[in-house]
């Protein structure tokens, strides 16, 4: 995985959430909107600790959020991927 390090904590453990959210939305696949359940299933199983799911689960809204978003307005033919 990435290591970004930056002088700001938060800002660390935000983009650690971001890529561990990345990470477990690929496992997915990378059709944009997956279900709750489906992402909740993988962060279960995942090596990741529980005290860092609540992080990683509002990052992949946020991820996902980025990417509808990214459909809105585009010209694109494909959606962003993780």
């Known amino acids: 995985m ?5 002088n700001v904590p938060e800002i660390d ?3 650690i959430a971001l890529l561990q959210a990345s990470h ?3 496992q997915i696949g990378n059709d944009p909107n997956p279900s709750a359940n489906e992402f909740y299933a993988q962060l279960v199983i995942s090596e990741f600790l529980e005290e860092d799911h609540e992080d ?3 990052a992949a809204i946020s991820i996902e959020t980025m990417m509808s ?5 585009s010209d694109w033919d494909e959606p962003t991927v993780h």
């Not at 990435?2 to 930056?6: E, F, H, N, Q, R």
């Not at 978003?69 to 307005?73: A, P």
């Open 24 to 26: 477990i939305l690929e």
């Open 56 to 58: 990683i689960t509002l």
């Open 2 to 6: 990435i290591d970004i390090k930056t």
């Open 69 to 73: 978003m990214d459909l809105i307005d």
């Open 13 to 15: 453990r935000e983009n």
